[in-house]
């Protein structure tokens, strides 16, 4: 099973909103990534947790907010967004450190839209 | 600073045609891994190559890494409509934790 879980798969919010977007994996990952990725652009890192903890934050405006609740789990909590964060929000999921099994497994993505 | 550079950035072939994908970086990677988009959804891994010099083949699909393991190709025999889509390269870089870094892409389409 290489399945990431991502919810949900369209949000539409004012910018005065507060939402989540929540991911989940169930592959024994100890690592867990936020991406976010503009229209016909490559996804970018925002943030990485390791056994729960926050070990990359990519200077991510404080309006996006991460929690790693277990280690299955991964919310982004959103709050006064603006139009441009609009965007396909990714998560994803890998090995902590094992150079042989380095790879992430991405989910579907939650498609974004501020208005 | 984009350190992982794609070429080309679109393609367009007609089917049965051979194709080839790079991925370049003056950056050496623990790791490149390929993934393949289609429009709204997340990014399939394809393949990870992990030692210099490795080639590993999925059916029509044959992958290279670098002997510095700071490049990479994808080589695509005899293309099919089902190939269209957005071509991804990504390279791990690890500080304790894998920092995964993605290419530019290549958009390719594949006409019947």
């Known amino acids: 099973d290489t399945e990431v879980t991502q919810t949900p798969k369209h949000l539409v919010m004012g910018m005065t909103n507060k939402k989540s977007l929540k991911c989940e994996q169930h592959m024994g990952h100890r690592a867990m990534y936020w991406y976010k990725q503009k229209a016909k652009k490559p996804p970018e890192l925002m943030f990485v947790?390791?056994?729960?903890?926050?070990?990359i934050n990519e200077s991510v405006p404080s309006r996006f907010s991460p929690e790693c609740p277990n280690s299955s789990l991964l919310n982004l909590h959103l709050h006064a967004l603006q139009p441009e964060d609009s965007a396909l929000y990714l998560c994803?999921?890998?090995?902590?450190?094992?150079?042989?099994?380095?790879?992430?497994?991405f989910g579907q993505g939650t498609r974004l839209t501020v208005v | 600073t984009q350190l992982l550079e794609q070429s080309p950035q679109f393609l367009s072939i007609q089917e049965g045609e051979n194709l080839t994908v790079y991925c370049n970086s003056s950056?050496?990677?623990?790791?490149l891994q390929w993934y393949r988009q289609e429009p709204g959804e997340g990014p399939v891994l394809l393949v990870t190559v992990v030692t210099g010099g490795e080639v590993k083949k999925l059916k029509r699909l044959t992958f290279q890494f670098g002997d510095a393991r700071k490049d990479s190709s994808l080589h695509i025999t005899a293309a099919q409509t089902g190939d269209t889509g957005l071509y991804l390269c990504a390279g791990a870089r690890s500080s304790g934790t894998y920092k995964y870094i993605f290419g530019t892409g290549t958009r390719l389409k594949v006409l019947a």
């Open positions: 950056s050496v990677f623990s790791s």
């Open positions: 994803a999921s890998s090995q902590v450190s094992n150079r042989l099994s380095s790879e992430a497994f």
């Open positions: 947790y390791s056994y729960e903890k926050l070990s």
